[in-house]
């Protein structure tokens, strides 16, 4: 297991890890594989989307709280309830499949940390699987 | 890897993968493993859900419209924000249990391509692990 | 493949199954590798969040049923269509890194099988691969 570092400085921000973890692919020299990404975090989450126009990172955050405003009254008590709800709607483990000691993902498609509950320094848990 | 076609007719809409899926895996004769499915579009995703009554693709569709307004105002300037929004509330990568050379899945369930901005000519990545 | 038995006793119920899957990995003698856990429902999903403050579940539990109201008139004519939408918003497979014999989770994460039409006798499909 390796692991990624990641360190926010907003409260909620979506940070590219994809570099970060193709390099650890070309490190290990795995050629064809899986990738298994796992946040080990409860108020943040992984999503894989668009890498090119930054504002749809944007959207989905404002989508987020608009579905699950910060501001509301919740239980728990720490005023960080919408960054747990938010982080179960995101999830915390991804696959992706290795092929040609790369991962393979769409064109526009990066894996993104999803912060809900910074600025803190985390971290992303990354496995290679040679197959 | 294996790549599952997907032609897409309408601009949101649920596709049954399942069967294209169980064939690969008689094909490769795989009997007892792990299956990777894996989107690599960042307007579509993936979901497991009831496979017997059509209502309930419906109910999540229009359920999901109800949370992420197509018809809001995004910064995303292509018309699709509510789609990108969408894929990531579903997600990207599943993975499956293969038993008697089978996917073991519930009794109601099937395995879903997602289109949230079609229609288009998508693709599923699928992996199959013997172990 | 192993299955995990979970009695619900409400019609929405957060149960954490993290320690029942620990025992199978002690009892399998997996010392590193990945666990693939599964949900073979549509009506029930799993997700991973807080295990310290119950408040967090029940916050999430009352933010998703604000999202998807239960008493909202959906197609589905069984009474359980936000069940239905609820269990793809949490999402059906996890996989989880295993180093050191145990789960290699956060400090403050746990399993949790997330029903949502209960209560109902459900199973959960573990997957262990030593790798």
Redesign the interface.
């Known amino acids: 297991?390796k692991v990624v570092s990641v360190s926010t400085s907003k409260r909620v921000e979506f940070i590219d890890i994809t570099s970060r973890i193709e390099e650890i692919i070309i490190k290990d020299k795995i050629n064809k594989g899986?990738c298994?990404i796992?946040?080990?975090?409860?108020t943040a989450g992984l999503?894989?989307?668009?890498n090119a126009?930054p504002?749809?990172r944007?959207?989905?955050i404002?989508?987020?709280e608009d579905?699950?405003p910060s501001d509301k009254s919740?239980?728990?008590?720490?005023g960080n309830?919408?960054s747990?709800?938010k982080?179960?709607?995101?999830?915390?483990?991804?696959?992706?499949?290795i092929?040609d000691s790369s991962l393979?993902?769409?064109?526009?498609?990066g894996i993104y940390f999803c912060e809900f509950d910074g600025p803190r320094k985390r971290q992303v848990?990354v496995?290679l699987?040679d197959?």
């Open positions: 297991m899986l298994f796992f946040c080990p975090h409860t999503t894989i989307n668009e126009d504002s749809v944007k959207d989905i404002e989508q987020l579905m699950v919740y239980s728990h008590s720490e309830a919408d747990h709800v982080a179960s709607l995101m999830g915390s483990s991804l696959n992706v499949i092929e393979k993902l769409g064109t526009w498609q848990y496995k699987v197959c």
